[in-house]
């Protein structure tokens, strides 16, 4: 027999691959970080003795959940300014609540609670974009996740950097340090078209195209950044960065959620992947991204949670059950969006988007061991006649019992494995007071 690290064995297995396929009774079989084998679960146990196996009956095993936009950081900010308009949250409580406390603790705590939250809730890989990016690449390689850090770069200076170059300056050499870590990748982030100028745009892409980075940034989010694009360079911003060169396959664009006929065309001819929030969108007062038509248009779309702080969690069971129901009822059709469609913008569709399907997104032999084991014998689930309907409109994030990451176990019986719960909570609580006492 074949020694192998572990043996997860369960009664469904969803691979994300083939789009409706769940296999039933099999086992996947983990060594050296990777998946080696899938199997029938009698099968698997006759080839290969593992030092670890699990037994999961009634659950369903699946990808890990990639979190396509966040700003992990701001989870300390979650609750502090609800239910505003985003020029306003933006300008007169984010922004000026950033440039009082954002500080390279500020971002390690921060990303620390949003990580936690993420394991618990079935995350595996998160994209995002903030300022301090060591502090959150430190945070995701102590409590092991999967991380996409956002090179943030805009004109206006923070805490983090005062112009463009030293932006940039500051991302490269966090990419130079951080390049060889297996958990960590890298992406240009200018922030916006309303917070970044031609130029700047012009420089990124030259980088993006010499270093083969992709780029990560906000757009079309509100009807106001369109039209006040319209005013200043006579274009929307799809179009002005049309003109620039920035769109293509590189390019993830978050939220689009107001599009015409010619934007919509441009982000397909250009092969843009579309990053929807749609809890964020709906708690900001933004709108509803035209699913149906990017679906049309063969756009590929992934699924985010945007900020804590816009959200007020970083739950992808609430976005996809979100995604579902509420494009049912945009497009009056019940038969629209399938849960495996759902999955898929949750899982492969999300590492597609970050030139990372090579090596997660799908349970596939000799991709990363990022699996999810999701508890469907619980009153909520069942009965339970077809498990992915289950998964998708009945399951949420408590029926995450195990997590594994590049192999590892990160949640054990909705237990976190090596975190320390108690701590991170404290420190939190102790930044909560600071920022209250302001």
Known sequence: MIKVDKIISATWIYTGEDQDKVLFD????????????????????????????????DHILLPGLINAHTHSAMSLLKGYA???????????YIWPAESKFVNYDFVRVGSELAI???????????????????ATAEASKNLGIRANIGLVVMEFPSNYANDPQEYLNKGFEFRDHWRDNK??????????????????FELINTYAEQLNLTIHTHLHETRNEIEESIKQFSSTPI???SELGLLGPKLMAAHCV??????????????????????????????????????NNNIN?????????????LDMFSEMRSMALNNKALTMKSEFLKPSEVLKMATINGAKALGLDHIIGSIVKNKYADIIAVNLDRIDTQPCYDPLASLVYCADRSSVEYVWINGDTKLKERVLVNIDEIEILQKVKSWKNKINQT
């Open 116 to 134: 936690a939250e993420m394991i618990k809730g079935g995350t595996t890989t998160f994209n995002d974009m903030y300022f301090f990016p060591e």
């Open 183 to 200: 958990l960590i990748s890298t992406s240009i982030a200018p922030h916006a078209p309303y917070s970044v100028s031609n130029s700047t």
């Open 82 to 92: 609800d239910d505003l308009q985003l020029e306003t949250w933006l300008n007169d």
């Open 26 to 57: 099999h086992s996947i079989v983990v060594s050296d970080q990777k998946i080696r084998d899938i199997q029938p679960t009698i099968k698997a146990h006759e080839m290969y003795e593992a030092e670890e196996t699990y037994q999961l009956s």
């Open 301 to 313: 779309i992934a699924i985010g949670t945007d900020s804590s702080a816009s959200n007020n969690r």
């Open 258 to 295: 107001h599009l015409s006929e010619n934007d919509m065309y441009q982000l397909k001819s250009n092969g843009v992947s579309v990053l929807c929030n749609i809890s964020s969108n709906m708690k900001l007062g933004s709108g509803f991204v035209d699913v149906y038509q990017l679906i």
């Open 239 to 241: 179009e002005r960065l």
